[in-house]
């Protein structure tokens, strides 16, 4: 339903916003200079769950200098109601379920274009963009998410109204994994490219939902979107996408395995095959950056720990921990992937051992309902804050000791990133982008089997080194200096953009 003040937001005269500002610096002199749309549904400057908003805000921003990029996200309350101008540019019809909905446009201050896909009864509700306020998926989700793919498409093949037409579509995730089937089946000539952040979520619908979404017939068997019997957003995605990225090296071969594949290892096999499956590694943004972040009581540098013991007391202060013992501290989605159980079964062993443990962190209500239970049972070793907060979550990093992270699978990780940016080191389990991004015993503590003997003998190696201030010093020095900032991710994506581009020219050209 349209609030009031969603309306007095979404400006339907074409005029310039006021808060416009001059884009950012483009080198228009850049001869392979692309229109790239990319396509998410989560943004960290409006709206975030997670690492997909992080990385929507941050890649894009790397890229503008070399592209011009635009992004395409739904228009959750949470955006309409940011008070940031949206003007109406684009009109699109309904299509079978699908309604018809209206494209906004939205300029931030540094250039960045936001196009939002405008359906109040869709999109503007109280909640996450995927679940209600009680932790349930909206029963719709096909029909919101499916309609954010159609509306990528649409805008691809000029047919949305808007003066700008993209020469690639970077599609992010299940939310967006329909934009290239249904650019495929609409004749599309533009390539698109779908990035996995996370195999294990595939936005499943019933098979029946496939008229609703108007899915042809031909595409509903197992060479098209069909997975055990449903419909699988991400497999279209996989399926009609021109190149497949995930956010890490390893991760990108894990996901070829049966163990990590989850079902769909033998299509990504196949990509592998035709090389149109690789990685590429996240990096952290600017704003990570414990000197001048203003969302810390205190900055900080390297050999300098006076701002990290502010920010420390006032972690002890807002989680009620008291003042003696090293902080680990878990600032995390409490998801089954974050291995939130084997942190459940170490927790009493690092207290016994003289440590605390910080907790900021929402999902499941089973699991936010056990690490409540569990700070309650160590009042002043425990602390735990169910909830989502962006500040208290950097102040944690920042006046933390070390960070638990032992996920089960890990398709890059960006917490121990900021972690280790922060002199917080991370332990955590040998997998996926994790394993890329921690050099055990230099910058952090790794351990295998996902099981609680291996993972309390690297919390006992960080305490050994908790002990002897001058490795501690040494380690978070190498910790520090390990993050790399996205823009060292921007080559490979560059390189990957122009060759999807000359390869649908070489296409085009044969029809
Ligand atoms: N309670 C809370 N309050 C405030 N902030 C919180 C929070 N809980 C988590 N966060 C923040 O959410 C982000 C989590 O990002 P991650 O990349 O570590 O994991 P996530 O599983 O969400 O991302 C998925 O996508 C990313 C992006 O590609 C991959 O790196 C990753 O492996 C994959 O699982 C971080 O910015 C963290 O600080």
Redesign the pocket.
């Known amino acids: 339903m349209a609030s009031a003040a969603a309306s007095a937001h979404i400006q339907a005269t074409p005029t310039l916003c006021a808060a416009a500002k001059p884009p950012l610096q483009m080198h228009s002199e850049h001869p392979q200079r692309k229109r790239v749309l990319f396509v998410t549904s989560e943004f960290a400057d409006l709206i975030?769950?997670?690492?997909?908003g992080?990385?929507s805000a941050a890649l894009p921003r790397a890229l503008s200098p070399q592209h011009d990029i635009r992004l395409l996200i739904p228009g959750y309350r949470q955006v309409v109601e940011s008070g940031r101008p949206i003007r109406i540019v684009g009109q699109l019809p309904g299509l079978a379920a699908l309604p018809p909905c209206q494209i906004g446009r939205m300029d931030l201050a540094d250039g960045l274009i936001v196009y939002v896909l405008l359906n109040p009864a869709l999109y503007e509700r109280n909640g996450s963009p995927y679940v209600d306020d009680q932790g349930r998926d909206w029963a719709d989700n096909h029909i919101r998410f499916a309609r954010l793919g159609l509306a990528a498409a649409e805008i691809a093949t000029g047919d949305a109204g808007i003066q700008w037409r993209p020469e690639l579509v970077h599609a992010n995730d299940w939310p967006a994994a329909m934009a290239p089937a249904y650019m495929a089946w609409r004749q599309a000539s533009t390539p698109s490219l779908l990035t996995i952040?996370?195999l294990a979520y595939q936005g499943l619908c019933d098979m029946r939902c496939a008229s609703e979404l108007a899915i042809p017939e031909s595409a509903c068997g197992v060479d098209g979107l069909e997975f055990y019997g449903q419909l699988s957003f991400l497999k279209a995605g996989i399926a009609y996408a021109q190149h497949v990225t995930t956010?890490s090296r390893r991760y990108a071969r894990e996901i070829t395995t049966p163990e990590q594949g989850c079902g769909l290892d033998g299509l990504l096999r196949a990509k592998v095959q035709i090389d149109q499956l690789s990685g590429i590694a996240?990096g952290i943004d600017e704003s990570w950056h414990p000197e001048s972040d203003p969302h810390l009581l205190q900055g900080f540098s390297a050999g300098d720990w006076a701002g990290k013991r502010a920010n420390a007391a006032y972690v002890q202060q807002w989680l009620g921990l008291d003042d003696d013992g090293p902080l680990f501290a878990v600032?995390?989605?409490l998801v089954q992937?974050?291995g939130i159980d084997l942190t459940l079964q170490v927790a009493e062993h690092i207290v016994a051992r003289g440590g605390r443990i910080g907790v900021?962190?929402?999902g499941e209500p089973a699991l936010e309902a056990v690490m409540a239970e569990l700070g309650r049972r160590h009042p002043g070793r425990i602390g735990v804050h169910i909830?989502?907060?962006?500040s208290?979550?950097r102040r944690l990093y920042a006046g933390s000791d070390f960070l638990l992270m032992p996920s089960r699978f890990?398709?890059?990780?960006?917490?121990?990133m900021?972690a280790q940016r922060y002199a917080s080191l991370p332990i955590a389990r040998c997998t996926?982008?994790l394993a890329d991004t921690i050099e055990d015993g230099v910058n952090g503590f790794l351990f295998d089997a996902p099981r609680a003997d291996a993972y309390r003998q690297a919390i006992d190696r960080a305490l050994q080194v908790f002990d002897h201030p001058e490795l501690l010093e040494a380690m978070r020095c190498q910790a520090m200096s390990a993050p790399l900032y996205w823009h060292q991710s921007v080559q490979p994506y560059d390189r990957l953009f122009q060759r999807l581009l000359s390869q649908a020219t070489a296409y085009r050209a044969l029809r």
Do not use: M, T, W
């Open positions: 975030k769950c997670g690492g997909l992080d990385v952040h996370n956010v996240n600032v995390s989605r992937q974050k900021i962190g929402q909830g989502f907060d962006e208290d979550a890990e398709p890059c990780g960006l917490s121990q900021y996926g982008g």
